[in-house]
């Protein structure tokens, strides 16, 4: 029996899909289905038919789940941003458990791993530092800002977001109130690539209560900015800074190449422990702050430092994991490849009066095995990459010096196991932490402690 686009189906949810959909099967057919719990009987609409998959929306949840609860936010049905909200936070935890541990045993083909509980997050909502809200008009010709539906590009108004800090929440109503004054700004729009105003960028110091708020624009002339900027720094005393950034390009990046001051400062401070970093619109600074405490606490105790060992932080970003080690090590060396984060590097490791640390701007895939060719030799290196995972030169180059310790943070479970696999023969892992950055998302972010077999 085969089914097709618009057929209405029963089927038996089995398990959570990295994405956060549930899978079911019909007629041995994979059948994805978002907004599922694992063990309901749902009955869905086939939105999508492929050969070896389909997909559908659940139109009636026949037998419910016990973990399945009332998701906070109006549309998290609608809203692309939350894929779990619906699931009661424990159980959030442990289905992220056994997808990290489902993936090292497929991919990785690690023999049973022992992957620890999911350390759960301080605060399951509003608990993110940065939103990039894009904007539109509604019907009313009014200026919104929201999050793009679901699959889609259709933005879907909010008022407030569950997940993000409260401070980043107010900093939107109250700057959209005062673009709203001005009717003769125009909304970009992405179809014709007509219009102005693109997306509101909010970044929050969480521990310092300070925000930065970025116009993003596709040209340069931003009528009354000076005036707009004023009047929100009003409101939002918290404001450390309004900034402009143009970007002209016809694509879905959202920060263009070129930033302005309009008010205020470039920067924003935050902490993690006793770090301090100062923080600027293009560096990369992970997106729950309170929980990276405890993400970079594990990446110390794995690390087992003693004072003396020369340390490799790959993908540094504005240097957080090479300062929050570096009392504990001789020397930190950071790579990144954003020429303003090792800037901002740079000024973190004087404002906490650290010397120990170097960073160099460029590809991982570049300068870590050029180092490496000079002679330097890591005891330990820490790799912190983007969804990616790692190039495998840069796995190569690793293996071809054989430092004692690696310890691997990765966002991407699937791309960690990818490369857990090509260091196997190599390193051991020994231990695997996942940590909850992310709660109400699919997202899973993984310490793993790796250690150099002995041959
Ligand atoms: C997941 S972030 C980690 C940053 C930092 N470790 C932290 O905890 O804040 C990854 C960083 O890698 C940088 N990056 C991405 N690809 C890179 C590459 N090929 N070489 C160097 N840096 C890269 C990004 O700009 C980003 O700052």
Redesign the pocket.
């Known amino acids: 029996m085969s089914i097709n686009k618009g057929d209405i189906v029963e089927i038996e949810l089995a398990d959570l899909a990295n994405g956060g959909d549930c899978v079911g099967r019909y007629d041995d057919l994979a059948v994805f289905v978002p907004g599922g719990v694992p063990g309901e009987l749902v009955k869905i609409r086939i939105t999508e038919k492929k050969k070896n998959y389909a997909r559908g929306e659940i139109v009636e949840v026949l037998r419910r789940a016990p973990e399945r609860v009332e998701a906070e936010c109006p549309v998290s049905g609608i809203c692309g941003g939350c894929q779990l909200q619906h699931i009661a936070y424990e159980k959030q935890l442990e289905y992220k458990r056994k997808m990290m541990k489902d993936l090292l045993e497929r991919i990785a083909r690690l023999e049973d791993p022992e992957v620890q509980p999911v350390f759960p997050a301080p605060h399951p909502f509003f608990y993110r530092n940065k939103a990039q809200f894009p904007l539109a008009r509604d019907s009313e010709g009014k200026i919104i800002a929201g999050f793009y539906e679901r699959g889609s590009h259709e933005i879907v108004p909010l008022d407030s977001c569950q997940i993000q800090h409260p401070l980043i929440n107010r900093t939107m109503k109250k700057t959209l109130e005062i673009l709203n004054d001005y009717p003769t700004l125009t909304v970009y729009n992405e179809k014709t690539h007509k219009g102005l105003l693109r997306h509101l960028v909010i970044r929050t110091g969480v521990c310092t209560n300070q925000v930065l708020l970025v116009l993003v624009t596709s040209g340069k002339e931003l009528p009354n900015k000076e005036e707009i900027a004023e009047r929100v720094m009003k409101e939002i005393p918290e404001l450390a800074g309004v900034l402009q950034n143009i970007n002209p390009e016809r694509s879905n990046v959202v920060l263009g190449k070129e930033t302005g001051v309009i008010a205020g400062r470039d920067y924003y401070l935050d902490y993690i422990g006793n770090v301090r970093f100062a923080i600027s619109i293009n560096?990369?600074?992970?997106v729950n702050t309170l929980q990276?405490r405890n993400l970079y606490d594990f990446v110390v105790d794995f690390a087992g430092l003693t004072g003396k060992e020369t340390v490799i932080?790959?993908?540094?970003?504005?240097g957080?994991?090479s300062l929050y080690l570096a009392e504990r090590a001789g020397e930190v060396i950071g790579?990144?490849?954003?020429p303003a984060?090792i800037e901002d590097a740079g000024k973190n490791a004087r404002l906490n009066d650290i010397n120990n640390c170097r960073f160099i701007t460029?590809?991982?895939?570049d300068k870590l095995p050029e180092l490496l060719a000079e002679g330097k030799k890591p005891d330990l290196i820490v790799f912190?990459?983007?969804r990616k995972g790692l190039?495998r030169e840069v796995i190569e180059a690793v293996i071809g010096v054989k430092p004692e310790k690696i310890v691997y943070?990765s966002?991407n479970p699937a791309t960690l196991a990818r490369d857990l696999a090509l260091f196997k023969e190599d390193y051991d892992v020994r231990k695997v932490q996942p940590v909850d950055m992310f709660p109400n998302t699919y997202h899973v972010e993984c310490v793993t402690l790796m250690s150099r077999v002995e041959k």
């Open positions: 560096s990369f600074f992970q990276t932080d790959a993908y540094c970003g504005i957080s994991i790579i990144e490849e954003v984060a460029g590809r991982v895939e912190d990459p983007p190039a943070v966002c």
